[in-house]
């Protein structure tokens, strides 16, 4: 039983992967450059390393992702007041307009998996999925 779980966890991700990518690909945006702006949209602010952890990223990756995102108007990089060695980032307005863009793929994506579900089946797999998230497993 342990196999099939794996085998049909293994098997979702994979599909979720390409519908995300096959979204994410309208928004002009990378995958890592998906994950900072859903994460910026529901802060004021925050800093590379607040990123890096909440998005499971590497500091590199992150650093790469912010100057992309930078040179396109879709975040400011600000000297934290309170500690100059600190960057505190912000989305722009250009920003905030990508991140609808960024919540409507996602929604796209949502709505693509839940048609190929019943009401009961999709609110199972959503307190399965929640359930397995807790417990840290699909972190």
């Known amino acids: 039983m342990t196999s099939s779980i794996l085998d049909s966890y293994g098997h979702f991700r994979r599909s979720l992967a390409r519908l995300c990518a096959a979204q994410i690909k309208k928004t002009d945006l990378g995958f890592y450059q998906m994950s900072m702006i859903y994460f910026l949209a529901t802060k004021e602010a925050t800093t590379a390393s607040e990123l890096a952890e909440c998005t499971q990223t590497d500091r590199a990756a992150v650093s790469r992702s912010l100057s992309a995102m930078e040179k396109l108007g879709f975040i400011t990089r600000v000297k934290d007041d309170a500690d100059r060695r600190r960057e505190i980032i912000k989305l722009t307005g250009l920003g905030k307009q990508k991140a609808k863009e960024a919540f409507k793929a996602r929604d796209l994506v949502a ?11 999709a609110k199972e797999l959503a307190r399965l999925l929640e359930k397995a998230a807790r417990t840290g497993l699909l972190t």
């Open 111 to 121: 709505e693509q998996i839940a048609g190929t579900l019943n009401a009961k089946e």
